[in-house]
């Protein structure tokens, strides 16, 4: 280490006699750097956190393509007169239609979704029924012709009546919510008529937020203009849907990002601007009397150099990290997005601890280059060994498939990296200049005033010692109690504005079947061996599986004449059967259901489907899509029912021996967590051995470097003792912080093993004094940096914040007392070796 340092001590030399050259330099390629950043923007999509190999990526890019993912915006009218709200649903449409976007030279809604041609539906329902339907159907009119000439045989009594009451036939219910789906009413109205819902398909993609927000601006001014009241005096029009709450989404992450900046920065800047204020005032006024020429206001009008030294630098360093992340990565996500305001309070460290041991060198009589060669020399080694630590660390994390964790990984060990370059290399330039303004007032400490050690001995080391120790294998007794939280909506923000569309527009168009995945075939043939594996598998676990229903297009839309041929034999079969005596003249809803939907006579074509049907089954090649859709028979909002349903009918082998993958958002997010948790073992204990074999390379030493990492090792355990006594949760999110804490909290132990390595024994309070100081400063501008996020509305950011704070927390506590207590142990029984 020290002869790295001896090798780049020429430029901090560089610095001195040419400082303007070496800032105009690292300006110069900042702006360049920022000018490439400026241009990253979040991409929010689940999938883009897993690799482009992953399978499952794959299949639902595919479906993307194929199917196309449209996201509508649904706009809703209430009134109590149904033609108030149709007059003024088409008046609606029209006007949608001939909004124009000036910007893009398009319109903005290419079509709308609203009266549903549903007459020759009706007629041939049953044709769109699947094979199993039909014979259900059969079934169900064969024991109704049974039942009713059971009924009217004198002779005939029935010993399980009773039983047969309380059971609800179950054949025609396939076939009836089938009916409800495919065959809806005429308008997209509630029950009672008085709220109407148009679907409305933008012309441009949800990724981009700049149409998104000029597409509801656009539509909010058109929906001014209207007058209402001249419809009804109580009509009601909102628009939105999940559109718009992607947008919410998007802008909510962005306001978080700005807020999260704001906040943290802000308390970094105060937090080292009033340590500095106080440190270089104190030190200056322990001067030699006569070198005392500048009064408390002096100091105080110079308060904000400190963060002119410290933060052009790492503002600097900041542009060229993400100007890196662009050219790279393109995009940031969910978790990088908010490592802006992470890395100010990262990187601000090395100034801090660089610029503290300046200012004890300067107040020591040294000049100005002296000082900088004596900081960077003194403390370059411990700064060094940190960050190429803690940069390593995060670096460990590249590997990891999950892109949450790598990219988090690349753009904050890349941070850190170059926040050290510019601490050690670029600051010395703010300094000199700085010193020969006159903005930084120092002088030389007086003899009187020398620093020198109050206390030799650290007081009650064996009490906190032995209480530490006792914490700690309590909590270790109870790790196994910490859970992790799979309820994948507590880590998502609520909008107040979604909930309440979605509340204003209950009872239109509510699938009762939700979260469907779907997998893409080859050939009609194998959509139906892809059926027939699906459904065996359902029936081989019916207590525990996890499929509702799977249905492919087409068992409704026969590709073939053998298959058309046989389902019309069967509709055929329900003619003859509803002619039956015993069931032609008996009046009964489902039997008019089928009465009017069982008249196809030969194979409908693709002609005789209404648009709104059709749509819906057709890729954008305007084909008959070979998909199969798999419904799950619970709600996957809790992270386990997605694994489960992912690894039962996530991966399908087909008897050639194709293989297909199931697809779909939930599949993906079960994928990603499964990946996470089977990763992030392995990627804290990779983090743990890099900072290990770092610390032992530095410090030539076994013992000195188990010294070192105490405050890491107890204060992680500390932090999962605040997990269990406040009930916090591991989750997906906070996740990805564990191994930077562990980077991160190394830092800590480094310096005060370093500092008391120079000092030599019975010098820990003194090392405390002046280490302590800019360890406990450094530390809390990283919590500051992290506590950002806790003023975030996203929970999961939130969470990160949560974890962060706490981990750092406490390995700055242990740093501070465990470690000096345990030093303190050792040199009392004379342990302790140089």
């Not at 046989?566 to 079969?573: F, Q, R, S, T, W």
Request: charged share 25%; hydrophobic share 45%.
């Amino acid at each position: 280490m020290q002869k790295l340092l001896y090798a780049l001590r020429p430029l901090v030399k560089f610095n001195y006699r040419h400082p303007v050259i070496v800032l105009l330099t690292a300006v110069v390629l900042a702006v360049v750097a920022g000018h490439f950043a400026l241009k990253l923007q979040i991409d929010t999509d689940i999938a883009s956190l897993l690799p482009d190999t992953n399978p499952h990526v794959q299949s639902l890019r595919q479906l993307q393509q194929t199917v196309g993912g449209e996201t509508v915006m649904q706009v809703a009218v209430r009134s109590p007169s149904f033609e108030a709200n149709r007059q003024l649903a088409e008046d609606l449409i029209e006007k949608s239609l001939e909004l124009f976007d000036e910007r893009r030279n398009r319109p903005f809604i290419s079509r709308v979704e609203f009266r549903r041609d549903t007459e020759e539906l009706q007629d041939n329902a049953l044709y769109l029924a699947t094979e199993t339907e039909l014979l259900e159907i059969i079934d169900f009119l064969e024991d109704e012709i049974r039942t009713a000439r059971e009924e009217v045989d004198p002779f005939y009594f029935d010993l399980m009546e009773e039983d047969d009451e309380e059971e609800e036939p179950r054949d025609m219910e396939r076939f009836q919510q089938t009916y409800d789906e495919i065959i809806p009413s005429e308008y997209p109205v509630s029950e009672d008529s008085t709220l109407m819902v148009l679907q409305m398909y933008p012309t441009g993609s949800q990724s981009d937020i700049g149409f998104l927000e000029d597409l509801f601006d656009a539509y909010g001014d058109m929906i001014a203009t209207i007058d209402l009241a001249s419809y009804h005096p109580d009509t009601e029009v909102k628009f939105g849907g999940r559109l718009k709450r992607h947008l919410d989404e998007l802008e909510s992450i962005m306001d978080d990002v700005y807020s999260s900046f704001a906040t943290g920065i802000s308390g970094v800047i105060l937090l080292v601007m009033f340590y500095f204020f106080l440190k270089k005032y104190l030190n200056y006024r322990r001067g030699i009397r006569e070198n005392i020429k500048h009064s408390f206001w002096g100091h105080l009008r110079r308060a904000p150099v400190p963060i002119l030294v410290i933060g052009i630098p790492l503002l600097i360093s900041l542009a060229w990290t993400f100007g890196i992340a662009y050219l790279v990565l393109g995009t940031l996500n969910t978790m990088t997005s908010v490592l802006f305001v992470i890395l100010f309070g990262l990187g601000i460290d090395y100034g801090i601890h660089y610029f503290a041991r300046y200012i004890e060198m300067r107040s020591d009589g040294q000049d100005i280059l002296d000082a900088l060669l004596n900081a960077y020399e003194r403390t370059g080694a411990a700064i060094i060994v940190s960050a190429v630590t803690t940069a390593s660390a995060l670096y460990v994390l590249i590997f990891a498939d999950f892109r949450g964790f790598s990219e988090f990984g690349f753009i904050a060990g890349t941070g850190i990296l170059l926040a050290l370059f510019c601490m050690l290399f670029v600051m010395p330039s703010l300094l000199t200049l700085f010193e020969k303004m006159k903005w930084i007032l120092l002088t030389e400490r007086s003899e009187e005033n020398g620093r020198k050690a109050l206390i030799r001995r650290y007081p009650f080391s064996t009490a906190i010692v032995s209480v530490s120790l006792l914490i700690s294998a309590v909590v270790l007794f109870n790790v196994t109690s910490l859970e992790f939280e799979y309820e994948f909506g507590k880590l998502e923000p609520e909008f107040a504005e979604y909930e309440e569309f979605r509340e204003f527009t209950r009872g239109v168009n509510e699938a009762q079947r939700r979260n469907p995945a779907y997998i893409i075939a080859d050939s009609d043939e194998h959509v139906f061996e892809i059926v027939d594996i699906l459904r065996e598998k359902k029936q081989r676990n019916p207590e525990e599986t996890m499929i509702s229903d799977v249905e492919a297009l087409q068992e409704r839309f026969p590709p073939y004449e053998e298959i058309a041929h046989v389902k019309l034999l069967h509709i055929n079969e329900i003619r003859r059967l509803l002619q039956n005596p015993f069931l032609v003249d008996q009046e009964d809803e489902n039997l008019d259901l089928l009465r009017r939907a069982s008249q196809t006579t030969e194979p409908m074509t693709l002609d005789q489907i209404p648009d709104f049907l059709l749509n819906r089954f057709l890729t954008r090649d305007g084909e008959l899509g070979r998909f199969v859709i798999i419904y799950p028979s619970a709600g996957l909002s809790d992270g386990r029912n997605s694994i489960a349903f992912k690894n039962e009918i996530g991966e399908v082998e087909l008897d050639d021996g194709t293989v297909y993958y199931a697809s779909s958002t939930s599949i993906v997010a079960a994928e990603m967590l499964d990946l996470m948790i089977a990763e992030s073992p392995y990627m804290v204990i990779a983090t743990f051995l890099i900072v290990f074999f770092f610390m032992l390379y530095s410090f030539r030493s076994f013992r000195w470097t188990l010294m070192a990492m105490i405050p890491l090792i107890i204060g992680f355990i500390f932090l999962f003792g605040i997990m269990l006594l406040f009930g916090l949760k591991f989750n997906f999110y906070n996740l990805v912080v564990l191994p930077a804490i562990l980077g991160i909290g190394c830092d800590n132990g480094v310096h005060i093993a370093h500092r008391y390595r120079d000092e030599g024994k019975n010098s820990m309070w003194d090392v405390l004094s002046s280490t302590g100081q800019h360890i406990t400063i450094g530390s809390l501008t990283t919590m500051t940096g992290f506590a950002g996020l806790l003023f975030t509305v996203h929970p999961g950011l939130q969470s990160i914040g949560v974890m962060a704070v706490a981990g750092i927390g406490m390995t700055l506590f242990t740093a501070l007392t465990f470690l000096p207590a345990m030093v303190q142990l050792l040199e009392d029984r004379d342990w302790i070796r140089f």
